[in-house]
């Protein structure tokens, strides 16, 4: 392989390592601090594009890409607090909490879906770009788009980062996160605190949402492959911390891309979860190593 | 973690050959094309649910997977038969094969995994083998599928012909088979392992159980009818779609069994068939009728996490109550006079603070009186088993006895309240008020005895307790495995529903062989209320069983213990273990042969010993 | 005659649908100290869990500073039950309240919060004191009490020894501004050393005016802290002693057990 198909193919697996982290992130945050596994996070992706795509494009309300962007996400955020109250928190003192949530979340993302599909129909839309045209950069081509996405991914995520560790809300959601009874015991709200972390998680999935919406096309199930990325990143590097999703994201990103090369489209994302499954076998926890959390 | 129904599972067998016996008259009722159209779907969705129970209601494994191995079938039939030219007949089976084959391939990994990480790796694999099959669009159509497959037919004659009776019947045969293979797999060693695997992992294996090889054969089991039915699927909608391994596909059926009821075999089968009616009956509502289903699946789990096999057993419950109610209420009046002759006393109902409960009462005697005794019977017997001694000292004592709440002919009482020990001991000072008896000798047999120490523990005046048929106990529920030999009979003691043959063998066990002279100690059991034996267990631990030890220990009440000396129930050894600080004859007094109840089987042995302990307790 | 402290009214409950403890009544004014001694399994975890709010009492009421802390009501009779109550009624204790009002559990065990320093798990632990002191004077309150806690501030929780741990449990239910303090088993699984090391702390939080509640299996330690023991088995107080009829560890034992075959 020339260097310059190298670094075509490191450039393409980096993109959509960005984007994987956002994806996964998201739902790294409800799997961490509640520990459940959010099923409707894909929908929640899709859902964020097409309400970014109701507030901004011309054929709708027409107020501009950045408009779409900020009420997709402050409407995903209601709207994951919503699916917490009515998908999650019925369960909260069952044992069964981790399976009844998984059914639930795959109910509600079907409602999601289905309801996309009720409301904007299934012909596909699409996001405007951000900018237009290409970027060089030490060799490489990218699109503006594309690096301006990765640049918003980088701010997006180190944001978190900083809230999650010097934000007092952030801290309370780490200590419900690692243990629920000692953050009780504490004074420590929660209810609420779940509340903001699937509220959280869906935000982050419409800036996921928006940014896809921008580089593909838009249909009611276009959160489902997402979803299945998301996953397999999660998996493959756990969440021993809240970051280890990112390093994971890229390292995923890059396997896609390589895949997609030598192996086509069509088989790639086989590859990748026959690779997943190898991870789930051999080392459960992750390739980054576990999340150390007491029984709840 | 486990998915556990919060009920007792039961048999439903008889159901089952009574729900399948009317399915195969159905076609000459619905002679129509469309309704048997429903009912073949019904079906294939009742197997493929059913065989899902297997792994997850039974195995307690989420195998996300599942659904994959239908269209897996669905595939293997399109292939063999429309490329490969093979009979649909053995194209079909083959469908069960291939599914087997890759539920056997999914179980490797998970095979040690817990949890949420099963879920994950059969939904990767749902995906890989998705991802596979769309891939290979020369071999399987990819995205579009496969059209055209062949339909079934046998010496010429298609099964689509008639509004498709032979599809039916073919259906209601796989059905029929479906259901016997996995009612004989949860009834055979195999399917009681799976389930011990699944409600006690570290017991089922210290006692030799194979986890890997236990999850390995569910999985593979619950993959074979799914695949032949995902065959027959083909031949019928004549079309291989990757639709099938769509969110829309899962949640239907996720909902059956949700619906249905998990760990039960006929339970999805009865949802099949109602949500296939609404899920066609919504046809055309396009992407409403996934919201619907979403929803109900949503408010189902939220509400009534045990869908329609819990609502049943709570009808049942419902049912249960007001048939032993029924029964009660019926022989209170009925058959007073025979019970008061049996006795040779009066029966009085007296309302006490936890209801109403039946006492008898043999009257003042004549003459030179000793002591007045009460008499406390045990788990699902009734006041009549203590005729021998009312016979027997009705004449020199004051005789009373009483049926407890929800036995013989008192009636029943609200569970949670009444169905305990210590409330048990309160209606028993309810009693004595009434008839103002002060300062008895207390005999309590099995549960009775309990409630005998309780009463006495609780501070009311005895002049002695003798007990028969029960292990003291000081801690609970540690001691109970001490106390008590671990015998089958032992678990129905606290099951809430008995068959008559275990309604049989507990009488028996108890109380002896039926005979004419012991029948009516058999129909006590019949007459219990199931909730007495349930609520029995779980308020066990808020019994204050330090303070009856105490007591016991302290000797200041005279106390004697009666068993018979084979009473297969208890651990002898562990009773004469215990320190008594005022026994009569020094130890437990064993009569020989008695059985669980020697008063029952040996009177005579029994009323000289107790004649002996009143006397002496008589004298302290 | 002052509020009491803490008052139990014939408090029942348990885990649905076993119920584990029943009839538990108890007083405690605001000088004293208490403990609570008994065999394990027999509900004094579950009974402060119900007191601290984690989980809902299901008859009886529970007072502090006389003001009650549970939505008054009964668990209903579950009639039937498969229904899923959980889903429809509301939850009778809020142990955010029960904490901001100060009554602070430490519960038994140390987990806390394994990727957590302890200067962050510090700083999460003022939420409760809803504004009764400064964190900063209860950050150097426990700063002082437990020297070790200072210098591995910027370690996390996890890499911690059992001992350490403890010290930060204990520490962050002082950062809450305690007026009353529940201790779950503080010294449990700990070396004598470290034993006499924390005892030695708590009797300085004691004498620093914070009633107490303590669980421990050491009698001797419970005696040098408490003014009322109450032996707790099979769900219910069996007995109370004074400070002044306090009797040995064999004395206690016979009293709950007797002559127990092993």
């Known amino acids: 392989m020339s260097a310059d198909t190298l670094l075509f193919v490191i450039t393409g697996g980096l993109v959509l390592g960005a984007l994987y982290a956002l994806m996964a992130t998201g739902l790294a945050v409800v799997w961490t601090t509640l520990g459940i596994f959010n099923f409707a996070h894909g929908a929640f992706i899709a859902a964020g594009a097409y309400i970014a795509w109701q507030i901004s494009s011309a054929e709708a309300s027409g107020l501009g890409y950045a408009a779409g962007a900020l009420g997709s996400v402050v409407g995903m955020f209601f709207v994951g607090v919503a699916c917490y109250a009515l998908l999650v928190k019925p ?28 409301l904007w129909g299934s012909r596909s839309k699409q996001l405007p770009r951000i900018v237009d045209g290409d970027v060089s950069l030490a060799g490489v081509t990218i699109s503006a788009n594309e690096a301006v996405l990765m640049v918003f991914v980088l701010v997006i995520l180190t944001v978190l980062g900083l809230f999650l560790r010097r934000a007092p809300a952030g801290r309370a959601m780490r200590a419900v996160a690692q243990n629920r009874e000692s953050a009780q015991l504490m004074g420590l709200d929660v209810p609420r605190l779940y509340a903001i972390a699937f509220g959280l998680s869906a935000a982050l999935a419409a800036f996921a949402g928006v940014f896809v919406g921008s580089i593909r096309f838009m249909t009611p199930t276009m959160g489902s492959d997402p979803l299945m990325k998301a996953l397999i990143v999660v998996i493959f590097g756990g969440v021993a911390r809240f970051t280890s999703p990112i390093f994971a994201a890229f390292i995923v990103g890059l396997i896609e891309a390589f895949a997609t090369f030598y192996a086509g489209l069509y088989w790639a994302p086989a590859v990748l979860f026959a690779i997943m499954i190898v991870v789930l076998i051999i080392k459960p926890e992750g390739l980054f190593g576990k999340y150390q959390r007491t029984v709840q | 973690m486990r998915y556990d129904p919060p009920f007792p599972k039961s048999n439903g067998f008889r159901p089952t050959l009574i729900a399948l016996a009317v399915l195969a008259v159905l076609p000459f009722i619905f002679t129509d094309s469309y309704s048997r159209h429903i009912l073949i779907l019904a079906f294939v969705f009742a197997i493929v649910a059913a065989s899902w129970d297997l792994s997850l209601g039974f195995g307690g494994l989420f195998n996300f997977a599942h659904v994959a191995l239908f269209a897996v079938g669905v595939y293997t039939y399109g292939i063999l038969a429309k490329t490969l030219g093979v009979s649909p007949w053995i194209a079909m089976p083959a469908g069960g094969i291939t599914a087997m084959a890759l539920a056997g391939l999914i179980a490797l990994p998970v095979l040690r995994l817990s949890g949420i990480y099963v879920i994950l790796v059969t939904i990767a694999f749902s995906q890989l083998i998705y991802q596979v099959i769309i891939s290979q669009s020369d071999i399987t159509g990819g995205t579009s599928g496969m059209v055209t497959l062949p339909s079934l037919e046998l010496f010429d004659y298609r099964f689509i012909k008639n509004h498709r009776i032979g599809y039916y019947y073919t259906a209601l045969a796989l059905l029929i088979a479906a259901t016997a293979f996995l009612y004989t797999l949860t009834r055979s060693r195999f399917g009681r392992a799976i389930v011990a695997m699944r409600d006690n992992k570290y017991y089922a294996m210290s006692r030799g159980v194979s986890e890997a090889r236990t999850r390995l054969l569910a999985l593979m089991a619950s993959g074979l009818f799914t695949g032949i039915a995902g065959g027959f699927y083909g031949s019928y909608v004549r079309v291989a779609s990757p639709d099938a391994f769509g969110l829309g596909f899962l949640t239907l059926l996720l909902s059956i069994l949700l619906l249905g009821g998990a760990a039960t075999i006929w339970g999805p089968l009865i949802a099949a068939l109602i949500i296939t009616v609404l899920s066609e009956a919504m046809g055309d509502l396009g992407p409403w009728r996934n919201i619907i289903i979403a929803v109900t699946i949503v408010l189902v789990l939220v509400f009534y996490p045990g869908g329609l096999w819990a609502a049943f057993q709570e009808l049942r419950e419902v049912f249960d109550t007001v048939r032993t109610g029924l029964i009660a209420r019926l022989r209170r009046s009925r058959e007073k006079a025979a019970r008061e002759a049996r006795l040779n006393a009066t029966e009085t109902m007296i309302r006490t603070r936890h209801g109403l409960i039946a006492a008898a009462d043999s009257g003042e005697p004549d003459g030179e009186a000793g002591p007045p005794i009460l008499m406390i019977h045990g788990n699902s017997s009734c006041k009549e088993v203590f005729a021998n001694q009312f016979k027997a000292f009705g004449k020199t004592h004051r005789m009373i006895s009483f049926d407890l709440p929800g036995h013989g002919v008192s009636a029943n009482a609200d569970p949670e309240k009444v169905y305990n020990v210590p409330a048990y001991a309160e209606i028993a000072e309810d009693v004595l008020d009434f008839y103002g008896v002060e300062r008895p000798i207390v005999f309590g047999w099995s549960l009775g005895g309990y409630i005998a120490l309780e009463l006495a523990a609780s501070g009311r005046a005895v002049r002695g307790v003798a007990i028969a048929g029960t292990p003291p106990l000081a801690v609970a529920p540690d001691d109970v495995g001490q106390a008590y030999d671990a ?82 129930f208890l651990n002898h050894g562990y009773i004469a273990g215990l320190t008594y600080g005022a026994i009569w004859t020094g130890q437990p007094h064993d009569i020989a042969d008695g059985g669980h109840a020697p008063f029952v089987r040996k009177p005579d042995a029994f009323n000289t010993a107790f004649s002996a302990f009143i006397g002496e307790a008589c004298d302290r | 005659m002052t509020t009491p402290l803490l008052e139990l009214r014939a408090l029942a409950g348990g885990y649905e649908p076993v119920q584990i403890f029943q009839n538990v009544s108890l007083t405690m004014s605001a ?32 007072l502090f500073q006389g003001e009650q802390m549970n939505r008054p009501g009964e668990r209903g009779s579950r009639r039937f039950r498969n229904f899923n109550y959980d889903a429809v009624t509301r939850r009778r204790m809020n142990p955010k309240r029960v904490a901001r009002a100060g009554l602070i559990h430490v519960p038994q065990g140390n987990l806390l919060f ?5 200067e962050e798990t510090l700083s999460v632990a003022p939420a409760a004191s809803a504004g009764r002191a400064r964190p900063k004077d209860m950050l150097e309150q426990v700063h002082t009490l437990f020297p070790r806690v200072h210098e591995r501030r910027h370690h996390k929780i996890r890499f911690l020894s059992g001992g350490e741990r403890q010290m930060v449990a204990i520490g962050a239910g002082l950062m809450a501004a305690p007026k009353l303090l529940i201790l779950d088993e503080p010294t449990l699984g700990l070396s004598p050393k470290l034993r006499h090391e924390l005892s030695a702390a708590i009797r300085t939080i004691k004498s620093s005016g914070v009633p107490l509640i303590v669980v421990d299996q050491d009698v001797e330690f419970l005696q040098s802290l408490i003014d009322t023991l109450y032996l707790f088995d099979h769900g219910s107080i069996s007995r109370k002693i004074e400070q002044a009829e306090m ?14 075959p092993a």
């Open chain 3, 247 to 260: 009797p040995s560890h064999a004395e206690i034992m016979a009293m709950l057990f007797g002559e127990h």
């Open chain 3, 31 to 62: 000088d004293t100290s208490i403990g609570l001694f008994g065999p394990n399994g027999h509900g004094k975890t579950t009974l402060l869990r119900t007191v601290s709010g984690i989980i809902d009492p299901w008859r009886g009421d529970i």
């Open chain 3, 114 to 118: 394994p990727e957590m320093t302890v």
């Open chain 2, 487 to 568: 015998t089958s009979h032992f678990i129905l003691a606290g099951k809430q529903y008995l068959s008559p043959m275990e309604m049989r063998n507990f009488a028996t066990a108890t109380a002896g062989e039926k005979t004419p002279g012991t029948a009516y100690l058999h129909e006590a059991v019949n007459r219990t209320d199931g909730r007495a034996r349930f609520y029995m267990i779980t308020k066990l631990m808020v019994v204050n069983w330090p303070r009856q030890m105490r007591m016991l220990r302290e000797g200041a009440v005279p106390f004697a213990i009666l068993n018979g000396s084979d009473d297969p």
């Open chain 1, 91 to 118: 369960f909260e003192r069952q044992p069964n909490l981790v399976l009844l949530s998984v059914i639930t979340t795959l109910a509600g993302a079907s409602v999601l879906e289905s309801g996309i599909d009720i």
